[in-house]
């Protein structure tokens, strides 16, 4: 079994910084693509930022420029830099990762989610 565990959510001010922190443990081999995702009230879940064991990444529109998804491989942990923040990024924000597992069995898992609050 594989947990995900994040930090780094809070409350900040329109134009503020947060970075958000999410590590891996548990019976990994490899960890391929790994990304973030947020769910505001009364809407979709929907995908912030992605990256690959490569690096490459991937953005929302509404976030390019402003965040940035970096990750660390050997210490199984991905980052959201939060730049620019509007009133609009609040949601509950959720990590998510592909994993092989130790027996090379690929499963893909979630974290529990943090709160991010930006005021106007």
């Known amino acids: 079994q594989v947990q995900l565990v994040e930090s780094g959510g809070g409350l900040v001010q329109a134009g503020g910084s947060l970075r958000l922190s999410c590590a891996a443990s548990?019976?990994?081999?490899?960890?391929?693509?790994m990304g973030w995702y947020r769910q505001a009230p009364g809407k979709q879940r929907e995908l912030v930022a992605s990256?690959?064991?490569?690096?490459?990444?991937n953005y929302a529109d509404s976030v390019k420029g402003r965040f940035t998804i970096s990750r660390d491989n050997a210490k199984n942990t991905v980052f959201l830099q939060m730049n620019s923040l509007k009133p609009e990024d609040t949601a509950v924000y959720y990590c998510?990762?592909?994993?092989?597992?130790?027996?090379?069995?690929?499963?893909?898992?979630w974290g529990q989610g943090t709160q991010v609050t930006v005021s106007s």
């Open positions: 990256i690959t064991s490569g690096r490459s990444t």
């Open positions: 548990g019976s990994i081999f490899k960890i391929n693509a």
């Open positions: 998510n990762a592909d994993v092989m597992g130790a027996t090379f069995r690929r499963s893909n898992y």
